[in-house]
């Protein structure tokens, strides 16, 4: 929520510092996970590219 609301308001905050400050852990976040997931997948299509 705290990426969206930042964004929304064009906010150049350090997301990471806040992160910090509140002892959140990014890696729990579904935002994380999902662009965890899409670089993965994002990776082993150019690995399947380099191997042709």
Do not use: C, F, H, W
Not at 7 to 26: A, F, G, T, W
Not at 44 to 50: I, K, Y
Request: charged fraction near 30%; glycine fraction near 6%.
């Amino acid at each position: 929520m705290l990426e969206i609301l930042a964004d929304n308001r064009q906010l150049n905050i350090d997301i990471q510092e806040v992160y910090d400050m509140l002892q959140i852990n990014i890696e729990r976040l579904p935002s994380y996970v999902k662009g965890m997931e899409k670089g993965m997948e994002k990776g082993s299509e150019n690995e399947a590219t380099m191997l042709l």
